[in-house]
């Protein structure tokens, strides 16, 4: 795998960098607002909260700050200077690219083209919010950014594999053939406060079922492993992939593997519930294994997970425990 050269940028002025974050009132997205504008940046957000929420970024009183509630499949116009794109629109959990099968499709595709193409008109740098899933269920392990994966085009999850994966290469053509400056990030499982209760992933699934007392779901026999990286780790790491030169692609996730009955366990210790593990069949083209290779992110971002797991399930279940009483009033 090749890394091109970033094209070369007009020299920097004296005001303040400005950064677009697609999806911003989403679980990362809302993250990134945050991190950026404590790093001193204008940040708008752009989102028309299909699978977000304006709860995720209603603690922000800034000036530098500004929301805009648009669908970037149709329409993508930012009046002013913009130094930086964050795609990040896009369902994330197998639940919502089921119900949305369509619409995971399109932002995919022509949401990453209005991106590509705001980019390019604003000498912008880019980074496509790509996923691990465009490794499908892997035969490599762990996955390294050379892996092709192996990936059902025509399963119940690959409207979003596929999704990424064009989203990937139209990424590429963007930069070869119109000299746009972009990077792609492929982000594994990640975890935090502001995940939707019920957005059907392991972790919000287990904290809702055992803080309400209900059996515990897993799927199969609860040997699938996954990697779990804190959100404040997966900011770090996707802001420290932004301002490099690297275009990617470039794992960001945490290399702890650890399987889905163990992370359940870990939750019921957590939250100091009695539920009890129940177990379901596996869903189609549930991936078996899945762990990061991150070689590259520590040798050219000098990156890696600082928060352990026990650190961030505490400060993600008092989140979760909160929204859950809120809900209950």
């Not at 502001?194 to 309400?212: E, K, N, V, W, Y």
């Not at 802001?239 to 702890?256: C, E, F, Q, T, V």
């Not at 870990?266 to 549930?286: F, M």
Request: aromatic fraction near 8%; proline fraction near 6%; hydrophobic fraction near 35%.
């Amino acid at each position: 795998m090749t890394t091109k050269t970033r094209p070369k940028r007009p020299a920097k002025s004296t005001r303040r960098r400005r950064v677009l974050i697609t999806g911003g009132a989403g679980f990362i997205g809302s993250h990134l607002c945050d991190d950026f504008l404590a790093q001193g940046f204008d940040v708008i957000c752009v989102d028309n909260l299909l699978t977000g929420s304006t709860d995720n970024i209603a603690h922000i009183r800034s000036p530098r700050f500004e929301y805009i509630n648009s669908d970037v499949t149709t329409y993508l116009y930012i009046a002013g200077p913009v130094d930086y794109i964050m795609h990040f629109a896009s369902p994330a959990s197998p639940k919502d690219y089921l119900e949305l099968p369509i619409q995971t499709l399109k932002v995919g595709s022509l949401g990453t083209h209005k991106a590509l193409g705001l980019a390019k008109a604003k000498g912008a740098r880019l980074l496509l919010a790509s996923t691990s899933e465009v490794y499908g269920d892997p035969l490599v392990h762990p996955q390294k950014e050379s892996y092709w994966g192996n990936v059902n085009p025509v399963g119940p999850r690959g409207v979003y594999d596929e999704a990424k994966r064009f989203a990937e290469a139209l990424t590429v053509a963007y930069r070869d053939a119109r000299g746009v400056d972009t990077t792609i990030a492929r982000i594994f499982n990640t975890y935090g406060p502001r995940m939707r209760l019920h957005d059907g992933r392991a972790i919000p699934a287990f904290m809702t079922q055992a803080l309400s007392g209900r059996p515990v779901t897993v799927f199969g026999d609860g040997r699938q492993t996954r990697s779990f990286c804190y959100v404040d780790d997966m900011v770090r790491g996707l802001r420290a992939l932004l301002m490099s030169d690297h275009s990617g692609p470039m794992n960001i996730g945490n290399p702890k593997e650890m399987s889905l009955e163990e992370m359940a366990r870990a939750v019921i210790r957590i939250t100091g519930s009695k539920s009890r593990i129940v177990h379901r069949p596996l869903p189609t083209d549930d991936p078996k294994v899945r762990q990061p290779d991150i070689a590259l992110a520590r040798g050219v971002l000098r990156w890696e997970p600082k928060v352990g797991l026990e650190s961030g399930l505490r400060r993600t279940v008092r989140y979760f425990r909160a929204r859950l009483r809120k809900r209950g009033r």
